[in-house]
């Protein structure tokens, strides 16, 4: 079993940054590939970035790419989201999520979920 929890959502105004983390407890971390989600009001949620067990491959949908950073530390049982030249589109709560296997940018290849983390960006 694996428990999450997100925190460093924020107001932020058009520009600016945020650095998510993603606090997780178990066994097993380090064998999840890691994920992160958003969801805005009547929207359904999508994926944003994952990175493999290894740490080794990073994923990202096309909007994130060269704005956004994920990483993990296995160490640390921590994994973070580091966005930069945040847009008010980016507006949604944040979720973390762990994969044991699966298609990695389907949310229902994820096990785990946490409770997510509000981040909203003004313009």
């Known amino acids: 079993q694996v428990q999450l929890v997100e925190s460093g959502g924020g107001l932020v105004q058009a520009g600016g940054s945020l650095r998510l983390s993603c606090a997780a407890s178990?066994?097993?971390?380090?064998?999840?590939?890691m994920g992160w989600f958003r969801q805005a009001p009547g929207k359904e949620r999508e994926f944003v970035a994952a990175?493999?067990?290894?740490?080794?491959?990073?994923y990202y949908r096309d909007s994130a790419k060269g704005r956004f950073t994920i990483s993990r530390d296995n160490a640390k049982n921590t994994v973070y989201l580091q966005m930069n030249s945040l847009k008010p589109e980016d507006t949604a709560v944040y979720y973390c999520?762990?994969?044991?296997?699966?298609?990695?940018?389907?949310?229902?290849?994820?096990?785990?979920w946490g409770q997510g983390t509000q981040v909203t960006v003004s313009s």
């Open positions: 990175i493999r067990w290894s740490g080794g491959n990073t």
């Open positions: 178990g066994r097993t971390f380090s064998s999840y590939t």
């Open positions: 999520a762990a994969s044991s296997s699966g298609i990695i940018n389907y949310r229902y290849s994820y096990d785990y």
